[in-house]
């Protein structure tokens, strides 16, 4: 059974860090291309980042680009997102999501993905 676990949102200041955590279980993760997406109130899904299941290959929308790294650990099976200088814009829930059906390369689209978390809340507020 695929599984995917987010954890490590919280509430940070203006500029603080978080590390977000995205746990598979069921299957290998570094076969799979996985992406992070963010949801705020009143907005449309938005892909934050991602990473190929081949060669680890990233994206990163402009908006978080510079602040954000994505990373995957084959070892604990766990991909992450190490999240820098917040700002009160990046508040949303954060999902992870992955799919095996990407080739070489990893999607901003959360349509192209099969399985996702059930999300993590991230508040950057003073």
């Known amino acids: 059974q695929v599984q995917l676990v987010e954890s490590g949102g919280g509430l940070v200041q203006p500029g603080g860090s978080l590390r977000l955590s995205c746990a598979a279980s069921?299957?290998?993760?570094?076969?799979?291309?996985t992406g992070w997406f963010r949801q705020a109130p009143g907005k449309e899904r938005e892909g934050v980042s991602c990473?190929?299941?081949?060669?680890?290959?990233?994206y990163y929308a402009d908006s978080v680009k510079g602040r954000f790294t994505i990373s995957r650990d084959n070892v604990k099976n766990t991909v992450y997102l190490q999240m820098n200088s917040l700002k009160p814009e990046d508040t949303a829930v954060y999902y992870c999501?992955?799919?095996?059906?990407?080739?070489?390369?990893?999607?901003?689209?959360?349509?192209?993905?099969?399985?996702w978390g059930q999300g993590t809340q991230v508040t950057v507020s003073s």
């Open positions: 069921g299957f290998t993760l570094d076969y799979y291309a």
């Open positions: 990473i190929s299941k081949s060669d680890g290959s990233t």
């Open positions: 999501a992955t799919t095996p059906k990407l080739g070489s390369s990893c999607s901003q689209s959360g349509y192209e993905y099969d399985y």
